[in-house]
């Protein structure tokens, strides 16, 4: 690329974009399978209910951990592609310029 060339590889940033979905929706699985798995103190034997309740605390901090995690990920996917989009607006108004300017 030449100095002062402004230019976006877009199947760099589509692919990129893509991976960042791919991890969202592999972060989205499992916080689903995470608060669908039904925890029972009881499986715990002779430990009981303190035990119990201290894996659900820790568990459920994990998943806010993971649920956070989803909208981070799913959010730079979306600054990305937003951010690929303006690089290209600017590119086709610098041209739109040079060619006006050219024309006078």
Do not use: K, N, Q
């Not at 925890?39 to 951990?65: H, K, N, Q, V």
Request: charged fraction near 30%; glycine fraction near 8%.
């Amino acid at each position: 690329m030449a100095r002062g060339e402004l230019r976006v590889d877009t199947e760099a940033v589509s692919a990129t974009v893509a991976r960042f979905a791919e991890v969202t929706d592999a972060l989205a699985a499992m916080v689903r399978h995470g608060r669908g798995d039904a925890f029972a103190p009881a499986r715990l034997g002779p430990l009981g209910d303190a035990a119990g309740r201290a894996y659900a605390d820790r568990a459920d901090a994990l998943l806010t951990s993971l649920e956070r995690a989803v909208a981070a990920v799913d959010g730079i996917g979306e600054a990305l592609t937003a951010a690929d989009r303006a690089v290209i607006d600017a590119d086709e108004d610098a041209a739109a310029m040079i060619t006006r300017a050219g024309e006078r």
